[in-house]
């Protein structure tokens, strides 16, 4: 009698740890270090995280670069002369029509964001994606953990041939060279919340003329089935804003094969919400944080 109620108290614990979400880190971890930068991604590595989450943009020679918006941000960019870069100027500093080793001249780390008071201020430039690359390889070398990427093409078709290329696909076609020189394909989710470029992506993986990736459709309100069907396809990945979540969402996801991965989960409240809900990843600003209250 004892032994099984040995092993129904260790299948129950197993049945728990794998109700756990994994965790990602937001733009590495925004809440803690300057987004989108090496400093960022690094803590989050040393914080046990193993997905990276990271936003790539397009510079004027062609150069994939990791960054929120295709602009200097005046929240707290600095440029080159030392100055911050203010709201009158941010379209004027479009990094689609910058050279990288422009764009690498402005510091996005030393000021802080005011929107997240607990971030570190440290110098940080906006890295290259094959940097972010080599990063997390060497961590993963070093270490022996499977590190994962989760990498959102920043895309508005309202900004094409603006501050991004003319085309999904050339925009896709650079991002797929850096990640097919740096990772394995198994590793990698590409992200989106222009339909258009995971369209893109998957006819390619379709035809071969690129690896299986994971494909996360982003979206903020709409629902599983319209994304499904405006898509034309169902993806590995239903990716919402969190708010518009429930548990009856969650289960049809699954139903349908996609994983549920919602943004951004911030709250301990919010957390333990995603939890009972059964989720299956969660992207948060502050990875230490959120691990720590798993």
């Known amino acids: 009698m004892k032994l099984i109620v040995s092993i129904l108290v260790l299948l129950g614990q197993i049945t728990l740890m794998a109700q756990k979400p994994i965790i990602q880190g937001h733009r590495g971890c ?73 764009v690498r001249k402005f510091d996005v780390g030393s000021r802080g964001n005011p929107l997240f008071p607990e971030q570190k201020k440290v110098f940080a430039y906006k890295p290259l994606l094959e940097e972010v690359f080599q990063l997390a390889e060497d961590f993963r070398k070093k270490t022996g953990k499977k590190i994962y990427y989760n990498i959102e093409i920043k895309s508005d078709p309202k900004e094409y041939a603006v501050s991004q290329p003319a085309t999904v696909d050339e925009f896709s076609e650079k991002v797929w060279a850096v990640m097919a020189k740096y990772v394995r394909p198994e590793f990698i989710i590409l992200q989106s919340f222009d339909f258009d470029v995971l369209k893109y992506w998957h006819k390619s993986i379709q035809s071969g003329h690129f690896s299986r990736v994971d494909l996360s459709a982003l979206v903020t309100r709409k629902g599983p089935e319209s994304t499904c069907a405006d898509l034309g396809f169902t993806p590995a990945i239903y990716s919402p804003n969190f708010t518009s979540l429930t548990k009856n969402i969650v289960n049809d996801c699954h139903l349908k094969g996609m994983k549920v991965i919602p943004w951004t989960v911030n709250e301990l409240s919010d957390l333990q919400a995603m939890v009972q809900m059964g989720v299956d990843e969660i992207i948060t600003d502050y990875p230490s944080r959120t691990l720590k209250n798993l």
Do not use: W
Request: net charge negative; aromatic share 8%.
């Open 30 to 102: 925004r809440g803690e270090f300057p987004e989108n930068t090496l400093p960022a991604f690094q803590h989050a590595l040393d914080v046990g995280i193993t997905v990276l989450e990271m936003d790539v943009c397009i510079s004027a020679d062609g150069q994939v670069l990791v960054s929120h918006e295709p602009y200097m941000n005046p929240l707290y960019a600095i440029k080159p002369d030392g100055t911050p870069v203010l709201k009158s100027e941010e379209n004027t500093l479009n990094v689609y029509k910058m050279s990288y080793s422009e």
